[in-house]
């Protein structure tokens, strides 16, 4: 919608300098605010076709929610609509994110037979995720650090670094592995070897990763105290990753 009004806004600056025809802003404001119910139904359609989980909103569904607003559309006004979003955003909208990673993961995990119920895991992730947002820099930084066995990294190492940080598999097996750690540590092996399993990613690095968050977020008592691999393996596991991109 920004890019939308952005457009009718400039399409209008254009006109005025031209003088082609006077503007009727009022009018080009009730354009755009006709619009907006609209072009939001067709962005929830949109990601409804992306996502792994949810049953795709079908025209029909949309159609009549939109009716029962008040407001009368057609199919190919719906269409139009959708179309209009794609070219705004010049059809990149299958973007990959960490999110994407993780709830494909936990859809493996669950025909695995995965003794921690991917429901809950899901809902632990998801704050999890919001928690790695907000925080990093720090875990980041606290890997770095882990990795190098050095608390001052130089600018080099952190640019050879760059990779791990990009890595949303890597992230997404972490965020798994503390997720399960929390809703249940018995259980908590058994998940770190499926996602082992899946990823091909080892266990010292999904160790390393589950730590890092898990320090971070909920304290000390950690997989590195339930585990035979020590959280100081994330020196050597991710010195590794960065070594191999450079």
Not at 46 to 52: C, E, G, P
Not at 185 to 209: D, K, M, N, P, R
Not at 217 to 224: I, Q, R, Y
Request: aromatic share 8%; glycine share 4%.
């Amino acid at each position: 919608m920004v890019k939308q009004a952005e457009n009718i806004c400039r399409q209008a600056t254009i006109q005025l300098r031209d003088k082609t025809e006077p503007q009727n802003w009022r009018a080009l404001k009730e354009q755009l605010f006709n619009k907006f119910i609209l072009r939001l139904m067709s962005c929830v359609q949109l990601a409804s076709k992306l996502s792994f989980h949810y049953k795709i909103i079908s025209n029909i569904t949309v159609l009549n929610f939109l009716q029962a607003l008040g407001y009368l559309h057609t199919k190919e006004e719906l269409l139009e609509s959708e179309l209009d979003v794609l070219k705004s955003l010049n059809f990149q909208i299958n973007l990959p994110t960490p999110l994407a990673y993780v709830e494909m993961l936990l859809e493996v995990l669950g025909y695995n037979g995965c003794l921690v119920p991917t429901t809950q895991l899901h809902a632990t992730c998801l704050t999890l995720l919001d928690l790695v947002y907000l925080l990093r820099e720090p875990i980041y930084e606290s890997l770095l650090r882990a990795s190098i066995e050095n608390s001052t990294p130089s600018q080099l190492q952190g640019e050879k670094f760059v990779s791990v940080k990009e890595d949303f598999m890597l992230l997404a097996v972490g965020i798994i592995a503390a997720s399960a750690f929390i809703q249940n540590h018995e259980c908590w092996s058994q998940v770190v070897g499926h996602l082992q399993s899946i990823t091909g990613i080892t266990l010292e690095s999904i160790t390393a990763f589950s730590y890092a968050i898990l320090t971070h977020s909920v304290g000390a008592n950690t997989p590195g105290q339930q585990q035979p691999a020590p959280p100081h393996l994330a020196a050597r596991v991710l010195r590794a990753a960065a070594a191999s991109n450079t």
